[in-house]
């Protein structure tokens, strides 16, 4: 069964500094990764996912993502940290096997001090 | 990008009660929906996967006869859970995935019972 981790917690970053969350993902075939942005008390939004092909993603508000089989990893950046991007960041991977259910990891909160 | 809208946003309902939550894709047709549960400070947690016009299909651990899900339309999945008690209370989430592959994510819904 396929399994997501996300080593961090909790990380504080400086308004304006850059940001790397750390996701690893177990999954036998190539995965479909995602990551989503949870504010308080609110749903879901997708930032950024992967299928295939380039291996470096875009993503909405600034985010990227890299791919890197090797390392089973697809961490997420973003360059210069808004104190607005403060929220609750899930990666996720997909099962293409079992109805496309999404595997969340444990989930990363983002503190972002002014 | 594709909108779910899930309904209510926020409910308190007293112990023994039922208590039924909507989620709606509002502009594409979700032939598969899901329903996530997250506990404070924690990961989602899948309880079902419905698909229109069957059957849904309940996680491990899942009571299928307290947590209802119909699935009539290709808009619109409920949720209800029956004769509610103070350790439901939970933050329920849907998606809803489109013939794309990914999900798009409800706003949430907070359950209270008292």
């Known amino acids: 069964a396929q399994s997501v981790t996300q080593p961090d917690i909790h990380i504080t970053v400086s308004e304006g500094a850059s940001l790397e969350l750390r996701c690893n993902y177990s999954?036998?075939?190539?995965?479909?990764l995602f990551w989503y942005v949870q504010s308080p008390g609110q749903g879901l939004q997708l930032l950024l996912k992967?299928?295939?092909?380039?291996?470096l993603v875009q993503g909405i508000k600034g985010f990227e993502a890299e791919f890197k089989r090797s390392q089973s990893s697809f961490n997420l950046r973003k360059p210069s940290v808004h104190w607005s991007d403060a929220a609750e960041y899930f990666c996720?991977?997909?099962?293409?096997?079992?109805?496309?259910?999404?595997?969340f990891g444990t989930g990363t909160r983002l503190q972002v001090t002014l | 990008g594709a909108v779910v809208s899930q309904h209510p946003s926020w409910v308190i309902c007293k112990s023994g009660t039922s208590v039924k939550i909507e989620c709606r894709s509002l502009?594409?047709?979700?032939?598969?929906m899901f329903w996530y549960r997250q506990f404070p400070k924690q990961s989602l947690m899948l309880m079902a996967t419905?698909?229109?016009?069957?059957?849904?299909?309940?996680e491990q651990g899942v009571e299928k006869d307290k947590f209802l899900i119909n699935h009539a339309s290709l808009t619109l999945s409920t949720l209800t859970v029956t004769s509610a008690h103070p350790e439901d209370s939970s933050f329920y989430i849907c998606?809803?995935?489109?013939?794309?592959?990914?999900?798009?994510f409800g706003q949430g819904t907070r359950l209270t019972v008292v």
């Open positions: 998606s809803a995935r489109d013939r794309g592959m990914w999900a798009f």
């Open positions: 999954y036998g075939a190539t995965p479909y």
């Open positions: 992967y299928f295939s092909g380039d291996t």
């Open positions: 996720a991977v997909v099962n293409t096997g079992t109805a496309s259910k999404l595997t």
């Open positions: 502009d594409f047709q979700a032939t598969t």
């Open positions: 419905s698909n229109e016009g069957s059957k849904a299909t309940y």
